[in-house]
């Protein structure tokens, strides 16, 4: 791609810069050569808060082995499925490796699955992919989900069995188009999974990213977004839940690349357990280019015992004053007192307020899933694991 000229006065025209090169300390340059990324040592600032010993050899590039993992899709008869071979469009027109586990994810599958909704289209239900890894065995993967011009569609990627992954998701929303991506990360307790997600979100369109991560003994998603045209709108939104030893590792980039557009980022996560650890790292540019723009980004941390620890970084990197509104919060506490002591004056015992609070406190993302059967499961899973907690 060619770097487009930013003109000196307002930017009415609402011209997009479409460089490749990112100039933030949070994203090297990207690269589909293995070889650019070079196996991390801890010092990196974008592999700092990882435990590498524990990556189980997902940085090593290895194919992926037989029956590693079983794929189930499931379409509605709109959709078309196919496959798309290395360089073969739009395999890689949006998605360009961040670091080493993304481009072996790419490199090493030969076919990447590619969903397609036609333009003007809209699913009443949605596609879902389910990733299942059996005998903790290397996989790879990538998906390319391509949404026409002012379609409607969501995609489930749901991941779960014991394995070492990694997995690439590029999403091209069109023009005016509306599409959701729910991803779940609900592995056996011993697996490995390193992903990179990214969207281009088009002139008009909304794009809502929802991650939902659970199991796994070590997770680290790199979640991302550029835009297309004027007018989008994209939310990043995020729900985990830590037990004992657990690293669950989240990085957001919102990359305003054009004027008028709008980003929200809010991820909630809940700790608890002897050495159970998260980590949040989020990142808004906001490009020259990119004026009249409105972006805010927030991460809340609820810690439920001792020994957890949550690591919060928001980022914000401004080139231009011309904005309507940016901004980023960050907190990480226990329970709130006064909410108990309100709950347990009108007679609510101590337990069942904690397990309030802490409903309350995941309520709302789990509101903004508009998926009856994946609301349930996830409200379950969060109840074992406040038994576990004995909350």
Known sequence: MTEQAVPDAPNVAGAVEASDRVVSHLHPVGSFDVDDHPMPNGREEVWRFTPLRRLAGALDQQETADKAADYQVNAPDEV??????????????????ADRAAAIASRETAEALHVKVPANTELTEPVSVT?????????????????????????????????????????????????????VQDWDRESVHLGQHEALVGRDASYRHIVVTLGGDLVRLNSNVRYGGTGAEADLLGLYFADAGQHLEHRQFVDHN?????????????????????????????????????????????????????????????????????????????????????LQSRGIPEDEARRLVVRGFFADLLSRIHIDAMRERLSKAIEKRLDKAGV
């Not at 078309?80 to 490796?97: D, E, F, K, M």
């Not at 299942?132 to 993967?141: P, V």
């Not at 001792?306 to 309507?324: F, H, M, R, Y």
Request: aromatic content about 6%.
């Open 80 to 97: 078309t499925l196919a496959t798309l071979a290395p360089g073969q469009a739009p395999r890689g027109t949006v998605l360009l490796p």
């Open 131 to 183: 990733v299942t890894a059996a005998e903790h065995k290397r996989s790879n993967a990538h998906y390319v989900l391509e949404v026409g011009a002012f379609a409607k569609a969501t995609l489930i990627l749901d991941h779960q069995g014991s394995g070492v992954h990694t997995g690439n998701l590029e999403v091209v929303v069109g023009d005016g188009a509306q599409v959701t991506v729910i991803s």
């Open 258 to 342: 054009a004027p008028h557009t709008k980003s929200n980022v809010d991820y909630k996560g809940a700790l608890q357990g002897q050495d159970a650890r998260t980590v949040w790292v989020g990142d808004v540019l906001i490009r020259k280019v990119a004026e009249q723009i409105e972006t805010y980004e927030i991460n809340r941390n609820l810690v439920l015992t001792d020994g957890a620890q949550a690591d919060s970084v928001p980022n914000l990197e401004i080139e231009t004053g011309e904005i309507v509104s940016a901004g980023h919060a960050s907190a990480t506490g226990r329970f709130d007192d006064e909410q108990l002591f309100y």
